[in-house]
């Protein structure tokens, strides 16, 4: 047995769980001092951010450092996106419960089926949204259409990413005592691996596009 070999991967599995840990105890510290409501979008925007320097510029410099760059830089600009993001998703909601009241069978289903669709944007916006965030240098707008396109662009990543967001997902709800350390940053490191592969085959397939990798 190659004692080394398994020495160097308890090691580098080890530093990983620290890393991913210690970024997750960032993300709900700078989420409570922006008070919640207000540093819940710039600590998710930094944990995101801190993953991409990771996993793309294989950047393993000081991890407060870099989470408390981001979060500050881009507090603004990611509490407006936190704040469509949470108004559509809760207009969304309302929509959902107003249907249920309706008896007519006819505009229930018109309602119901705008509904579907409706989410169905939202949802695919919402799986991108940060990886693009960080990624590309983009307006709103053009944040919320390019997370969308990418989604729609990309659908084996697409899958992909729900289909471990749900491994994680339930692994998180079997063994709740994970939260704490893992509940975002996980699903951000396991999103920013997967959109950079995206983003890459994408670059490659559009020519003259206005995605720069």
Known sequence: MDVQGVTGKLY???TW???LAYLNVLWLFFTVIGLGVFGIAPATVASFGVSRKWVKDK???????SFWQIYKQEFI???GIGFILFSVGFALYL????TMMIDNIFMFTVIRV?????FFVYFLTVVFIFPVYVHFDLKVLQLLKQSFFIAIAAPLETIITLLLFSVVYFTLALIPGLIPFFGLSLFAFISTIV????FSKLESRI???SIEV
């Not at 950047?59 to 450092?65: G, K, Q, R, V």
């Not at 929509?95 to 107003?98: E, G, I, M, S, V």
């Not at 959109?195 to 995206?198: G, K």
């Open 207 to 209: 020519s003259g596009s």
């Open 195 to 198: 959109s950079l592969n995206a």
């Open 12 to 14: 580098t599995f080890s």
């Open 59 to 65: 950047d393993e410099s000081n991890i407060f450092l």
């Open 77 to 79: 600009k990611s509490n």
């Open 114 to 118: 705008l509904f579907l669709i409706s």
């Open 95 to 98: 929509n959902f419960q107003l």
């Open 17 to 19: 769980v620290y890393r």
